[in-house]
């Protein structure tokens, strides 16, 4: 490859930073090009045009860009808070609190390190969960009015809030992950 092929959208494969040393440093031979190859393709398939127009950003551009997907993952984030308020308004409460929290600090913080970005990352793909959890507390919710006409309604409800539960746990686990995030955070202020 020329170097200009090397650089080009064409062959970035993005990884996060402990699998990008994993593949370029620590174990390169574990993993061929073939394998990169089909990773690249299966997560780019449906996005490839979009990268390859990405070659002439500038960088106010790229800034809109980030802006734009930063203010759709909020008014997502904010739809799982409304959502899971219905479910436990304490823990939206304190969810609430925290994304609060990192709004301020990110509107106040001229940059992050590697490790705050991994753990919000982590945190932002456990709040995901929470749009399936209210829906299926709901789902058990009208399962359990006919409880008196159908064992199977028990049942489907426990299996349910069983799926909720381990939800719960997940969202608990988001929690630490926030306050350790928020903790980090609030050394750069």
Known sequence: MTNEERDSFGN????????????????????????????????????????????NVTEERLQEMISEAVEVRDEQLQGALDRFQEVDSEA???????????????????FLDTDSISLLDQATRK????EDTAELLHESAKDLEGLHDSTHSLNVATKNLN??????HDLHSLADD??????????FR
């Open 92 to 110: 939206a409460n304190v969810l609430r609190g925290l994304v609060g929290e990192f709004n301020d600090v990110r509107q106040n913080a001229s």
């Open 12 to 55: 970035l494969i993005l990884l996060c930073k402990p699998h990008h040393e994993m593949v370029d440093k620590i174990d390169p031979d574990s993993y061929p090009v073939s394998t990169l190859s089909k990773w690249k393709h299966e997560r780019e398939t449906s996005g490839q045009a979009s990268l390859n127009e990405i070659k």
């Open 127 to 130: 709040l995901s969960h929470l």
């Open 163 to 168: 799926t909720v539960q381990a939800r719960m």
């Open 178 to 187: 926030l306050k350790k995030t928020a903790a980090k955070l609030e050394e």
